[in-house]
């Protein structure tokens, strides 16, 4: 659990509140939470929905691993704490984003399930979908798009998700897509879907 350590510090409440700025934008603010082993297509699957909800008229953003660590959390690495506080983050952005009434969509691989469900208690009952993009280890490695599962097996790269560190699967995912069995257009299809049989987009 992350310590209040700031003293003196009030909430102040804009004039402006969530409904407001999903009225505004004709959309309902909510986080899309995809996790999984690396290469199992979190962010590519993200940004083809995105592309999708744009075609839509929807706004939507995606916050990848990757970028992030590039400047909000480049000062974290993947101890197991480190990868904690980097999921406390991310979760806390999301939410500031689905607050704005955006579509949010995350692409960590969020190997913990503890901090995914941290995440979940933050936002409303059904504004948070967690996605497990499940994937063979065998086709994972297969696919190795950054190389890393080459530089773990070697050990050049220590404590990697799949090999020397663990990946807790979710218990009861909103969506599961199998990445073996399914291409990018049949995933995106599904998560498309659930999103239009639970009104958070129109069909088309």
Known sequence: MTIQKATNITWHEGALNKQDREKLLDQKGLVIWFTGLSGSGKSTIAHAIEEELFRRSHLSFVLDGDNIR???????????????????????????????????????????????????????????????????????????????????????????TGIDAPYEEPLDPELVIDTDALDLEESKNLVIRYLEEKNIVKKV
């Open 70 to 160: 590039h400047g909000l959390n480049k000062n974290l690495g993947f101890s197991p704490e480190d990868r904690e506080e980097n999921i406390r983050r991310i979760g806390e952005v999301a939410k500031l984003f689905a607050d704005a009434g955006l579509i949010t969509m995350t692409a960590f691989i969020s190997p913990y399930r503890k901090d995914r469900d941290n995440n979940r208690h933050l936002l409303e009952e059904g504004k948070f979908i967690e996605v497990f993009m499940k994937v063979s280890l065998p086709e994972a490695e297969k696919r190795d798009p950054k190389g890393l599962y080459k530089k773990a097996r070697t050990g050049e790269i220590k404590e990697f």
